[in-house]
């Protein structure tokens, strides 16, 4: 007898990510930080999503902040970097990110590889021809396992040019990742051609939070235990630094939350601003 195949769905969190993205977009004041609703037209939830207790308005606002500062950040450096010329983008741990699908504009001068598991990218690939989006030329998606699989042999197999510089952006994975294996990645993106930039996202440890974000960083730690998906890898700025440092990386910085407050959120009068907590290692290769 044949055995029926699991249907592919998308990791939770992508999924949490892009509703909080969408939630922006429908009940936050303007000017918004970012428009994305397309994550919501794929995921297509019923009409109760609002009563999930991750998406509570008032309880996730600060979090639902640090996702559309995320969003934000990347997108202006890929623009910024295609506007000097670089024509390749390599989103690792990409979810459900939609920028090819805001920025078609941006997104065809481009070669866009996503990275991720297998599940997410078949489910997304199927959504974006159903939903009419379509998958273009330029975009690859490139599926590994980041246990087992090495995301750079894949990504040659699917077109990329080492020739060539490119954008790497890699937000919502280190915290899931041992330092090792950060490190191995840094490594690998250092071997990029000149020119090629790189924005990472990292995680501070409890003590370096505001107190008012602690509770949600336990909160969060308890419920990533619970789901079998710990967090393991948490950075003070120096010490990703000296990580960038170590693998090869020129003109390294680091961009904190008070910086993207200061960038996006300055002026609003409605309290919103992102949670302490993720911030931005940015490298020139």
Not at 179 to 184: R, T, V, Y
Not at 205 to 222: G, H, R, S, T
Request: hydrophobic share 45%; net charge negative; charged share 25%.
């Amino acid at each position: 007898m044949e055995q029926n195949k699991k249907n592919a769905e998308p990791d939770n969190t992508a999924v949490r990510v892009a509703l909080w993205r969408a939630l922006h977009a429908q009940i936050d004041p303007l000017p918004h930080i970012v428009e994305d609703e397309i994550g919501y037209k794929l995921i297509a939830p019923t009409s109760e999503w609002r009563q999930r207790p991750d998406m509570h308005p008032d309880f996730t606002k600060r979090l639902r902040a640090s996702i559309v500062a995320r969003a934000r950040f990347i997108d202006d450096l890929v623009i910024a970097e295609c506007e000097k010329g670089i024509s390749q983008y390599v989103i690792l741990g990409a979810g459900l990110d939609t920028f090819a699908q805001r920025r078609p504009d941006i997104a065809s001068q481009l070669q866009i590889f996503e990275i991720d598991q297998s599940d997410t990218q078949t489910w997304k690939q199927q959504r974006l021809i159903d939903v009419g989006f379509g998958v273009p030329e330029w975009l690859h998606f490139v599926s590994v396992d980041f246990e087992v699989t090495s995301w750079w042999e894949q990504i040659l197999k699917a077109g990329f040019d080492t020739s060539k510089p490119a954008v790497v952006a890699c937000a919502g994975v280190t915290l899931y990742l041992t330092k090792d294996a950060i490190m191995a990645t840094l490594k690998q993106i250092a071997t990029l051609a000149p020119g090629s930039k790189l924005a990472m996202a990292f995680y501070l440890p409890l003590e370096l939070l505001d107190d008012q974000d602690k509770p949600l960083q336990l909160i969060a730690e308890k419920g990533a235990n619970a789901a079998g998906t710990p967090f393991v890898s948490f950075f003070a700025p120096s010490e990703i630094l000296a990580l960038a440092h170590e693998a090869g990386f020129k003109n390294i910085k680091t961009v904190s939350t008070n910086d993207l407050a200061e960038l996006y959120f300055k002026g609003r009068a409605d309290n919103f601003s992102p949670a302490s907590g993720e911030e931005f290692l940015v490298a020139t290769v």
